[in-house]
Each structure stands twice: as C-alpha cells, then as structure tokens.
C-alpha cells in the first residue's frame, strides 16, 4: 500500500491537502464554550423557614419530605442537609434518564408530604448543569481604612436588593448567589413579667403579629362604569408600625406589643464570613447556565 502511495504521490499529496482543508472548515465551525453543558442528573430540593434551627428543620421538613421521595423511580442517592432557615436535599439519578420527567416525579411526590408551619415557604426544586457552577466571583469591600464605617455584616441586603438582581439579568446567567454577612432581622425581646400581668402567651403574640402582617383583598365596588379594588394594607413598613400593634383588647384596656416587648432592627446570626487580607467582605458569585426549575 506504500508502494502504491509513493507512485502515485500527486494524487496523494492532492488527497492530503483536500482532507486538510475540511478539517481544518470544520474545525472552524465547531461551537467552542468555556465551560461546556454536560448531561443534568442531579435534582435538589431546597425549602426555607425563616428563624427555625438545624433540629426543627431536620424534625418537620427533611424526614418527611424524605419519606416520599425514596419513591421516585431510578433514584441513586439522596443527600440531606439543614442549616439555619434552610433545608437542601440534593437526588442523583444514571445518566439517561429524562429530566423533565423526573423533575414531575420529585414535584409529586414532595405534594404528598404533610403540611409545613404556617412560614415555611414552597420546596424549590430544580436541575442544574455542571455549567451553572460559579466561574466568576466579585469583592465587595469597604474603601481603605473604611472612612464611612460601614458594617460589612449588615451589608448582605443592600447586595441582594440591589447588586443581586442586576446581575441576574445578564445574558447567560441563571442565578446569583451571596456568600458573607448576614440578614436583617426584626428582634422582639418578650418581658415575662408583662405577659403574665396582661394574661398572655407567646403564642398570643406570634398569632397577633401574623394576622397583623398581611394585605388582604377586599373584593371590588362597581359604580356607574367604575369598577374599584378594595384592598387592606396590613403590612409592616416601619419599627414603629410594629411597636403599635395590638396584641389584646378588653373593652377600652389595650395591650400594644410595645408594652410587652423591646423591639430593635438587628441582623441573623452569622453562620459564613468572608476574609481578604484581614478584611471582611461579600461576595457576590455569578453562576451561568439554564437551570429547569419547578
């Protein structure tokens, strides 16, 4: 076969140079990407509950939402995690399967599971490629010797009211996450004492500030060819507004939480920090990819 390649080389060399030329044509037309999609078999399911610890999560939300997701076909692993106002349950599935599908079969079968507390919020789930990994991380950081004091702990809600969403909206990117600092938070310290002169609980309180915290709709009024939406605006917009609700009423005596309690704006517990050169900062982590969420 040499022999023959050597005689005719033209032809050979003719040959090479055409196999050439479309490899190098198609190598030019192959879609290049950073980071390459890859095959999703990994679903998570998160849930939130505000103010709730690692045990009461583990006790009213993992258990049971764990119970009926062993049922979900071709599952591999399940991998379960609590931390404070959060519940993250991460399912493996073989390559193959498919996702749209799957993700039905977790959405069903997490319908099954009892009832949360009146503040849990709705399981979260969805399937995240290998693309949507964070590639790019920003600092946020106070100027040098931080000449307006800022409180970088207290810093974490600006970034996600603000710095969050912006980011979010970029072309590629499915989601934004924020590493560092902590929440703001409305504390309410309850004087024992007071409670048990004005007969009540703490129970009383946490059903008067939640019936207290909501906007209602009213239903509509038609007049002529007006038609105008009735709505009662309930929600708390000030310490104030909080200070002054009522917790009990007999007859003309009134009972505002402001009798019962002290209220100040403070912050969660800090359960992450981020340092650089012996400063604390944010970190914004700007994750790309499309993640099919239910």
Do not use: C
């Not at 078999?41 to 997701?69: F, H, M, N």
């Amino acid at each position: 076969m040499i022999e023959a390649l050597i005689r005719h080389k033209h032809v050979t060399i003719v040959a090479v140079l055409i196999l050439s030329l479309l490899g190098i044509a198609a190598a030019l037309k192959i879609p290049v990407q950073m980071i390459p999609d890859l095959e999703v078999r990994t679903i998570s399911v998160q849930t939130t509950w505000p103010g709730a610890t690692p045990q009461d999560i583990e006790k009213e939300i993992l258990i049971e939402q764990e119970e009926y997701l062993r049922t979900v076909p071709n599952l591999q692993r399940m991998e379960s995690s609590a931390s404070n106002g959060q519940a993250s349950i991460e399912l493996d599935f073989p390559f193959g399967i498919d996702v749209t599908e799957t993700l039905i079969l977790v959405n069903n079968a997490l319908s099954q599971a009892p009832n949360y507390s009146g503040n849990v919020g709705q399981p979260r789930i969805f399937a995240a490629s290998f693309s949507s990994n964070s590639f790019m991380y920003f600092r946020v950081a106070p100027l040098p010797d931080n000449p307006k004091n800022i409180d970088m702990v207290r810093m974490r809600d600006y970034i996600e009211d603000n710095v969050r969403p912006r980011m979010s909206s970029v072309a590629g990117v499915s989601q934004v996450e924020v590493s560092g600092g902590a929440q703001r938070q409305v504390r309410i310290q309850l004087n024992r004492q007071a409670l048990a002169n004005h007969n009540l609980t703490v129970a009383d309180v946490q059903l008067a500030l939640q019936r207290r915290n909501t906007d209602t709709s009213a239903g509509e009024l038609a007049q002529n060819k007006r038609r105008y939406l009735l709505r009662t605006v309930g929600r708390y917009d000030s310490l104030e507004q909080m200070q002054n609700t009522i917790i009990k009423r007999d007859g003309d005596h009134i009972v505002r939480l402001n009798d019962i309690a002290e209220i100040d704006l403070d912050h969660f517990e800090t359960n992450s920090e981020s340092w650089f050169k012996d400063e604390q900062y944010l970190i914004p982590l700007y994750p790309k990819g499309n993640d099919r969420l239910v």
